[in-house]
């Protein structure tokens, strides 16, 4: 990813850092005006109509509305999500994972314009109603994909017993995306798409994924700690007659000698005291 790794030499210090706190924070939030005010969510909404018509902070305001219920389930989902989320920008950076996620975020809002402008367009009026297909749930879905396609062979706890690897689990959000591509209309068909295509063009733009594999993080990880270790013990002075360096003492000086022939650098015993070299 030639291009990404431009972009984040030169805009990576712009990245949001703990996005998914904040994403968590939003469905919090959504859930606590979903309960002390639900006639408001429908003013929260996206929905092109609207916005074009002058409720410009539906732009905004629809990633307040939660991706399900709240209950103990979703609780815990919520839960499960933050720590996919957490590992994915550790893995990834700061950088790629704001990509991610905003860029799924955008493309949903462009297939809500271009659905809308299609359904004027041929039918005259807008049809459907866009506030209960386009939401947050396909974007968090996405976050649990790239998770899974980054770490396939992860292991959870399905209903805290069966242990499964993730890779199975996501095969099965995709096998029940395609079925809804297949029975849903037309609308459902665009939600999924747009919601996912972040997931599609990021995986499919990426011509190495092997740099994200938790083996190859570890690897480097070692690698580092080794080479910092190694340099630790790298002495700037030796005595070119005793061998002795900066840590055989604490005051010990060293020089080198202008009539050796050669960079021979010599303790402050040795120092007029060796024989010199020619």
Known sequence: MRLMDKLERK????????LTQFIILTYVLGYVISILAPNIQRYLTLDPYFILHGQVWRIVTWLLIPPSRL??????????????????????GAFRYNVYILGG????????????GVEVAILGTAAITFGSLFSTYYISLSIFLGFAATYPNMQVLLYFIIPVKIKWLAYLDVAYLAVMMI?????????????LMNFIIFFLSTRNMRRYNPKEIHRKKVYTQAVHKGQMNVTKHKCAVCGRTEKDGDHLEF???????????????HLFTHEHIK
Not at 259 to 267: D, L, M, S
Request: with cysteine; proline share 1%.
């Open 255 to 269: 020089r080198f000698c202008s009539k050796c022939n050669g960079n021979y650098e010599y303790c402050q015993d």
């Open 71 to 92: 209950d103990i389930f979703t609780i815990i989902m919520l839960l499960f999500y933050y720590s996919l989320g957490t590992n994915l920008e550790r893995a990834w």
């Open 183 to 195: 029975i849903g209309g037309w609308a459902t068909r665009v939600v999924i798409i747009c919601s």
């Open 11 to 18: 805009f990576g210090r712009y990245a949001i850092p703990h």
């Open 105 to 116: 975020i955008l493309i949903t809002l462009i297939g809500a314009f271009v659905f809308y």
